[in-house]
């Protein structure tokens, strides 16, 4: 039923864990890391301080200036000779973070991812094509060693070559795939226009990397006739494998024996309690090559710790809502791309993509929401399109509570992404 024991430990046997490795951690840095040493110093607090895990408190925080303050390998906790891998982050916000594995890092992280895939229901047999990118990113060989862990044919397809892709799937009948949930929609208009959607095969698709809404879980279900997981992970934190959905479908399961899990005030770095929304803060337990402490990931949910009927004790977080720094702020309100996104996904009419443009009109921040239509639905009549205008509009003021013009283009203007997509233009800086 469960890939590892440690899936449904009872939650005093995983807070025993925890406590354990947290102790480990905070000693490993402070012997290691002089980054920590000299922050731990300055707080006042010795290894020795941690006797539970609310002292967890105690420690500073780690940013992601801190990371880039330190690059390459300044927060390295090995030396190079024990280091079996190097990746990088994408970068989406900045210069690319550096992360450093040893062997046994590798060993454990890929023994998460296939905990994921196998909560899931990927199994040998299964013929899983992982669509992600290999270079530097570590979706690509994260995904890779999970599957073949847990015996699936593995297919290392990368990302690019869009009709290849398809006619992959079509060939070799594969069972699984993994990409970013913007790519897979773009699979999918490709696996239509090449006639070929009826000929696939899939079970289910694995999608993560960026933020994605339950309307756009719908269109990717329907579309291949899959079940849609969402795979949550980030490089500081080994990659992906760090929280995944079950097949109930109801938040991600954080793995707490690997990772301590906090939610705090963005502003005010405070705890928060569950269902609270808040900044994700992530301490790695098990990390020998470059542990972090109390990492701030940018990445904005809550927490979810009822009962899941899946069995799994480890708590759940709710689908990421967005990056903090992804938040727009217009005339006050705060959106996040991903809830423009829920919204235009259940309006039949509008395609698989769409790009928000901010500018500025004088001192009025203006919000622009670009929406390629479906084909299908295109008459071509002016009050047609007039009438879709005012219906995006509206359901977009009802659910956001925000005017936004609507400009409605073509099929195909908006560039697509092998990765995340981009869905973001802020212009506000540039006029
Ligand atoms: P970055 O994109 O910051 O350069 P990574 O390539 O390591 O770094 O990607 C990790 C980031 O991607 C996470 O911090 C998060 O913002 C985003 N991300 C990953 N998985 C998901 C997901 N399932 N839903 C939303 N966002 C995600
Ligand atoms: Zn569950």
């Given amino acids: 039923m469960y890939w590892e024991k440690e899936e449904t430990l009872p939650r005093k046997e995983l ?70 891998r190097i990746h990088t982050s994408s970068g989406t916000s900045g210069k690319p973070k550096v992360v450093g594995y040893t062997a046994s890092d590798i060993e454990r992280w890929a023994n998460m991812v296939a905990r994921c895939l196998y909560m899931v229901g990927v199994r040998k047999g299964d013929i899983f094509q992982n669509i992600s990118n290999y270079a530097f990113f570590t979706g690509g060989l994260g995904f890779h060693m999970g599957a073949e862990k847990l015996g699936a044919v593995t297919i290392p397809a990368g990302v690019g070559n869009t009709e290849r892709q398809v006619q992959c799937m079509v060939d070799f009948g594969t069972t699984v795939i993994h990409s970013t949930p913007s790519y897979a929609l773009h699979l999918k208009e490709v696996a239509e226009e090449m006639g070929v959607i009826d000929k696939i095969k899939l079970k289910m698709g694995c999608f993560g990397a960026e933020p994605w809404s339950e309307n756009t879980r719908k269109r990717l279900e329907d579309a291949f006739g899959i079940k849609a997981y969402d795979s949550y992970g980030l490089s500081e934190m080994n990659g992906p494998g760090v929280a995944f959905e079950c097949q109930e479908q109801e938040g991600l399961h954080i793995w707490i024996d690997h990772y301590f899990v906090e939610v705090v005030d963005p502003k005010t770095g405070e705890r928060l309690s569950d269902g609270e929304k808040g900044e994700l803060v992530l301490t790695t337990l098990t990390k020998e090559a470059m542990p972090l402490l109390r990492y701030r990931t940018g990445d904005v949910t809550f927490l979810i710790d009822d009962e899941c009927s899946c069995g799994r004790t480890h708590p759940k977080i709710h689908r990421i809502i967005g990056r903090t720094d992804d938040m727009i702020i217009v005339r006050g309100i705060n959106v996040f791309p991903s809830q423009i996104e829920h919204v235009l996904m259940r309006i039949p009419e509008v395609g698989d993509n769409f790009q928000v443009v901010i500018t500025r009109k004088g001192s009025l921040d203006e919000l622009k929401v670009r929406v390629e239509l479906k084909d299908e639905l295109f008459t071509g009549e002016l009050s047609d399109l007039e009438r879709i205008v005012q219906k995006i509009q509206k359901e977009l003021q009802k659910e956001l509570n925000l005017r936004a013009e609507v400009e409605l283009v073509e099929k195909g203007t908006i560039e697509r992404s092998t990765g995340k997509a981009k869905r973001v233009l802020d212009l506000r800086g540039e006029l």
């Fill in 15 to 84: 807070e025993e864990l925890q406590l354990k490795r947290l102790k480990w951690v905070v000693r490993h840095v402070y012997d290691n890391v002089p980054f920590y040493r000299e922050a731990l110093k300055q707080r006042n607090v010795h290894p020795d301080d941690i006797k539970k895990l609310e002292d967890i408190s105690k420690l500073p925080f780690t940013t992601k200036e801190d990371l880039r303050a330190n690059y390459p390998f300044g927060l390295f906790a090995v030396s190079l000779d024990k280091v079996v």
